[in-house]
């Protein structure tokens, strides 16, 4: 379990870039943050610091909440928790998740550009081929779509047994059709296909790769 950040840390946190997760502060705050998992040193040249996914979250907790956060798994992780449709306990949908999920969506932005060879941001990188139902459900979310919940129908991403590929259902061929602009905006590959005993329609999608 991580340790709570200090008040130096915090302030370095909260003076992070906005967009990148850009960090300025001493080299013993950076190296702490590293260690807590929060922050991350680009391996290029000047090689500075930035936000990881937990150390966005961190940033847009209240001052007393970081501590806590460290408590659950997927804290732990450093892994954003994009909504994929049909979670039986959702997360709230008020002003704080649309900024979580903005912060997030950055950061996977950031993390494109800065594990491609050209800097290019439009293709999926290494984390996303390795978390695809999470890549392809942020994209969605990040884009204003809603998922499928109790109170309305919506996307639904789910894993399939082929390599390097998602299923996304939507409640009519509209919604599709925009999820699969969606996701293609975003450097995905979709094509549409029915299921052979419901007829149902689906996307398949994967990450493309140039």
Excluded: K, N
């Excluded at 302030?11 to 013993?28: K, N, S």
């Excluded at 959702?90 to 903005?102: D, F, I, K, T, Y």
């Excluded at 081929?129 to 129908?153: N, S």
């Amino acid at each position: 379990m991580s340790r709570p950040t200090t008040a130096a840390q915090r302030r370095v946190i909260e003076a992070a870039d906005p967009v990148t997760g850009r960090l300025r502060g001493t080299p013993a705050q950076l190296a702490g943050l590293v260690r807590q998992g929060l922050a991350f040193r680009h391996p290029r040249p000047p090689h500075d610091h930035f936000l990881t996914p937990a150390g966005h979250r961190a940033r847009e907790a209240e001052p007393e909440a970081p501590a806590a956060r460290t408590a659950g798994p997927a804290a732990d992780a450093g892994v954003f928790a994009a909504r994929v449709g049909g979670e039986e306990e959702p997360p709230g949908s008020g002003p704080a998740r649309l900024r979580e999920v903005h912060s997030a969506w950055q950061g996977l932005l950031e993390l494109r550009r800065m594990t491609s060879a050209d800097g290019a941001v439009d293709r999926p990188c290494g984390w996303e081929r390795a978390h695809l139902v999470r890549a392809a459900a942020l994209a969605l979310e990040a884009a204003g779509h809603h998922p499928a919940d109790a109170e309305a129908d919506g996307y639904r991403v789910r894993a399939t047994p082929q390599p390097e590929a998602v299923a996304v259902y939507a409640p009519d061929a509209r919604t599709l059709a925009a999820c699969a602009a969606t996701l293609e905006r975003a450097g995905w590959q979709t094509g549409e296909y029915g299921e052979p005993r419901t007829g149902v329609r689906y996307l398949l999608s994967s990450p493309r790769r140039v």
